[in-house]
Structures are given as C-alpha cells and as structure tokens.
C-alpha cells in the first residue's frame, strides 16, 4: 500500500490544490478517483462529516479540507515552500486564502449559477473581490512571487475554473479590460509546470458543467 | 510606543481570544477600543477590506482574522503552545477550527435572531454541528487537551457568548445539558479556567450591549414577524449584527 493516497475527483479544483502541492513537493502519492453522486464507503469512512473531496491519506491518517491539507503538506516534506517561512508573510498568505476561498469562490458562484436579483448582488460582489484581488497581485508573476505558493494554489480554482465557468455562462466577470494583472496571473499560474499537469481537460470539464447546469441551479 | 497593540471590541468573542492568546504568552500590549458604529481611521487603516476587528499590530504591521492572528501568535512568541507540535495534530486542530467557524457559530448566533420556521431549521442545522463537536470533546478535558488550544478559543462564542445571547433573546434547546452533556462540560470548564474566566466580558455588560444595540430590532422583531421573516430569509448574509460583532 502506497503511503500517501489522495481521494478525489478528477474535476474538483479543491482536489487538484492537493495534487499540485504534492508535485511541489516531489512527493509520490496513489491517486483514488471516486464518484462523488454515488460515494464509496471509502469516502464515507475517511470523511464521515463533510463526506467530501480532497481526502489525505498519510500513513494511515486522514487529513481532510483542501486549505488544511496544503499546510500538512507544507510542515511534512521537504522542498519548495507553500508557506513562507517569514510569520507576518505566513498572516497575509493565511488572509488572502481565506479571501479567495470566503469572498471570492462564493460571489462568483453565485454570479454564474443564481438568476435575478440575487444574480445582479452576486455579480456585484464578485466584481469587488475581484478587484481587490487584481491590486494585490499587480506587478506581480505570482502572489507568492517569482515561485508559486500557496495563495496561488488556493486561487487555481478562480485561474482555472471560475474562468471556465465564466465562459460557459458568458457573464465576463474576466476579462483582460476589467482585471488585466489577475488575468495576467491566471494565464501564468495555468502554464506553471506544477499546475497545468493537474488541469482538467477543458472540453471535458465544460461538457459536464453544461449537462450540471441542465439538472440543477444550486451553489 | 508599545511594540503589540490590539484594535478590537469589548464585547467580541474574536478581540477576547487574541487577547488571552497573547496573555497565555506573556506579550504585554496596548488595546485600543473601537467603536463600531464609527469605526476610526487606524482600524480602517489596518484593515480596508473587511474593516473590522480584532486586529493586531506588531511593530506597525496589521494582523486581521481572528485566526490568523492566533497562528502568527503562536509562531511568533515563545511560551504554551496555541496549536499543538506534531503536524497532524496540527492538521485536527486546523480542520475543527474550521468546522466550528464555518459549521457551527453562524447557524447559532443566526438562531438567536430568527423566528418560526427559519429558526426551527438554524437550530436543527445547529444541533448537527454540535453533534459532531459533542463527539469529539468526549473524554477530554479541553478541546486542546490539558490545555486552551486553538480550537477552544475557536469555540468560546459556544461556551460564553451564546448561552447568554440565547438566554437573552429567549431561545430555548439549542444546546441543552440532556443533549450535549459533554459540551455542556467543556464550556463549564473552559469559562471556569483561572485564566479564563479573567478574561471574559462581565455578562451583565455584554446583555447591556445586546439590549442597546438590538432594541430596535427586538421592537421590529415583534411588530412585524412575518417581514422580520422575510428580511433573514432574502438577505441573512447583510444581517448587520452578525457582521458588526463579529471578527
């Protein structure tokens, strides 16, 4: 048995924070793909609370939450960092992760899967965030920098995904006009070599977003 | 000039655990009130995007997020330890921190200020995330062992601020004695610990902030029920409250 497992899900971008982390990190790992509509018992078992992907298998022991897992990660192995070393670096890593995953993934979901007028709040706010976002990295490459780290790696899901989304449903939350350095960083991050490895395969991904968007409007 | 100030609100259970963490540490340091309702200059300085509080300043650089702060605490000053060493211990500790904060704190204290049936549905939401904290505090002292760690800092509205809220607002079983007897325990003991109970906002002066700053809701609360309703069912996320108090 392989001594680090990661459960996922081929096209959750929470799945891939792990996957790109660990690559990062030169660390071998057995990947376990599972259907998330029909969850194995192995899922119920290691994650009987949240009963989600990412789910971490370290030696036996379970680690769950994509933004937990990154900071194991970061703590067990040797090799580039997720985290800077620097404490007040580590703050500002922590807070802007947690503005991504708090302000920015809610807002733009909502944007691109609500109708009406809480559409048109939605958008409002994902518009906000994301300008804030746009200052923080100009004049940057990555947020961590020269290299990526781990407010990059949290921020794949907007890079990626929430670009993907944003075609598909045609809100134009991205563009180069509105937000040329986040968009700038996006196409960087995307053709990073620890990240454009783990990306799910466009046509494939919007092809199962379009058949979700049939059969379901939640968040 | 002090080297660590904190900008923060008397009654947050978010300034009161910065607070303690840097206690625990020996870090002396300023605290500066805020008032919320007019927040000043420094914290819209310190903190543009959220604009709230607590925030810590070490040597002129702003810390925000409850959390956060806890963290680059611990990793800044020597003393007991706020998360534990080992990195699965580590990584638990992070993950119930999250629960509680994500899980649940918002549908208790959004509980406190619904009514009918979106109450009914928070406390039942509530109820299954305290099931699973009730679990996990079994045969232990405190959620960090032997010792406050983070996640029962993370936890103190649940065991100080939210009996109080509850009571105050009128709420009944939510978290009962019957049905989280070792919750019930923790938050005894955690509100009982010497350093502890130094610490928390006396709580006849926390119901006085309650009273003062929710009359006029309470007012509108009983005029109204179905518009009040209404109002948390279309919007729960701007309620002003729970936004203004908290982190």
């Known amino acids: 048995m392989a001594k680090v497992q990661v459960i996922g899900a081929w096209f959750s971008p929470f799945v891939k924070r792990v996957e790109i982390s660990l690559k990062m ?120 920098g020269d290299q990526i780290d781990y407010v990059d790696i949290i921020g794949s899901f907007l890079a990626y995904w929430m670009r993907l989304f944003d075609e598909v449903a045609g809100l134009h939350l991205f563009t180069y006009e509105e937000l040329p350095s986040l968009c700038k960083w996006a196409d960087e991050l995307c053709d990073n070599k620890y990240v454009k490895q783990h990306l799910p395969d466009k046509d494939r991904f919007v092809d199962r977003v379009r058949g979700h968007s049939k059969t379901t409007r939640s968040v | 000039m002090a080297e660590v100030k904190v900008i923060g609100s008397w009654s947050s259970p978010y300034t009161r655990k910065v607070e303690m963490a840097l206690k625990m540490k020996g870090v002396e340091y ?85 009514v009918g049936e979106e109450q009914e549905k928070l406390k039942e939401e509530a109820k299954q995330g305290l099931k699973f904290l009730e679990n996990e505090i079994k045969g232990k002292k405190l959620f960090g062992g032997d010792n406050i760690g983070i996640v029962d800092h993370a936890a103190n509205f649940i065991a100080y601020w939210f009996p109080i809220t509850a009571d105050f607002v009128g709420l009944q079983r939510l978290m009962t004695e019957e049905e989280f007897p070792n919750l019930y325990r923790w938050a005894d003991d955690y509100c009982s610990h010497t350093f502890v109970k130094e610490n928390l906002p006396d709580k006849d002066g926390y119901i006085a902030i309650l009273k003062s700053r929710y009359r006029s809701i309470i007012i509108w609360h009983y005029l109204s029920l179905i518009n009040y309703v209404t109002f948390l069912v279309r919007s729960p996320h701007a309620f002003p409250i729970y936004e203004y108090e908290f982190k």
Not at chain 1, 117 to 132: N, V
Not at chain 2, 33 to 57: A, R
């Open chain 1, 25 to 144: 990190k030169g660390v071998e790992y057995e990947y376990i793909e599972v259907d998330l509509i029909n969850k194995p018992p192995l899922v119920l078992h290691h994650n009987p609370i949240h009963q989600k992907v990412p789910i971490l298998i370290h030696d036996g022991k379970t680690i769950l939450e994509s933004a937990v897992i990154l900071e194991y990660i970061d703590e067990v192995w040797e090799g580039p960092n997720i985290l800077p070393k620097d404490p007040y670096q580590r703050a500002r890593s922590r807070f802007w992760a947690n503005f991504i995953d708090q302000k920015c993934v809610p807002a733009t979901r909502k944007a691109l899967w609500c109708r009406g007028e809480e559409q048109e709040k939605a958008i409002k706010e994902a518009r906000e965030a994301l300008k804030i976002l746009e200052c923080e990295v100009k004049d940057k490459k990555y947020f961590g």
């Open chain 2, 30 to 114: 300023d605290y500066i009130e805020e008032d919320l309702k007019n927040k000043s200059p420094l914290l819209l300085q310190h903190n543009p995007i959220h604009k709230k509080v607590p925030v810590l300043l070490h040597n002129g650089k702003p810390i925000v997020e409850s959390m956060v702060i806890l963290e680059y605490i611990d990793e800044v000053w020597e003393g007991p330890a706020i998360l534990p060493k080992d990195p699965y211990d580590r990584a638990m500790a992070r993950f119930w921190v999250k629960f509680i904060d994500d899980k649940c704190i918002p549908p208790m204290w959004k509980a406190c200020w619904s």
